[in-house]
């Protein structure tokens, strides 16, 4: 399992939301670029770059500071927010990005999917649910859906798709401790693709909770953490090397 630093990105700063409300941001940097270049200094394997200013209007928006990110670092990122078209992927990619996170635009055009792994390849792309209280939330967490988040990631899983990310938003930025319940129940329900947790990370016990469940769980592949590394919570200096930090692109 990795640790894998999250960059959410607001009008070019590097910020982060509480429990996904646009109006309880915390501005960490004014320079996303020198805090991905942090990250990867202190041991990341990887980066989770999400624009949130393009998760709200449904196309890429910070596009001058993810060429930035992707330019002044080797490793890898990924990429979540306004993703929504073929075209987008594209632009994505041509910006340096990994791999990308799709979200609102395939639960609201499934038939979206199959065309994205035909024409990118499915370790390219990553389906994103977001959920509170288990169900799925879209356009950057501001509408709900009475959609069951497990339910959607089988459909998904039967159309090919490998790789989910799993955020509790009632969790993110609040450093209360993962929702292990949610987590478990992907990873069991889903043994053959891999499962990224998201949201909740607020100490190294939260962290070896989920190494735990990984042992349990081998497909629970990593975990993204933002607010703990920001705040200093936890030191990814310190505690990276005690997870396994390989990961595939």
Excluded at 27 to 38: H, L, Q, R, W
Excluded at 172 to 201: H, Q, R, W, Y
């Amino acid at each position: 399992m990795i640790i894998i630093p999250a960059i959410d990105i607001v009008s070019g700063k590097c910020v982060r939301l509480y429990q996904g409300d646009y109006n309880k941001q915390t501005i960490y940097s004014d320079s996303p670029e020198i805090a991905a270049k942090e990250w990867q200094i202190k041991g990341a394997p990887l980066l989770h770059i999400v624009d949130l200013d393009g998760a709200k209007t449904g196309r890429i928006v910070n596009i001058d500071s993810i060429k930035r990110i992707c330019s002044s670092i080797s490793i890898p990122c990924e990429l979540g927010g306004g993703i929504r078209t073929p075209e987008e992927a594209q632009i994505a990619f041509d910006s340096g990005i990994s791999r990308v996170i799709i979200g609102t635009s395939a639960i609201k055009n499934p038939k979206l999917i199959p065309i994205l792994l035909d024409k990118f390849g499915k370790e390219k792309i990553i389906l994103g649910l977001d959920a509170r209280e288990g169900k799925v939330a879209v356009d950057g967490w501001m509408q709900t859906t009475g959609i069951l988040a497990i339910d959607l990631a089988k459909q998904f899983a039967s159309m090919g798709v490998q790789r989910f990310i799993y955020t509790d938003i009632s969790k993110d930025g609040a450093l209360s401790g993962t929702n292990m319940d949610m987590i478990s129940l992907f990873c069991s329900e889903l043994p053959k693709c891999s499962i990224i947790a998201s949201g909740g990370v607020g100490s190294i016990k939260d962290l070896q909770s989920l190494l735990d469940l990984s042992k349990i769980n081998p497909n629970l592949e990593g975990i993204i953490v933002g607010k703990a590394l920001y705040e200093k919570k936890i030191s990814l200096k310190k505690y990276i090397y005690s997870f396994e930090s390989t990961i595939v692109v």
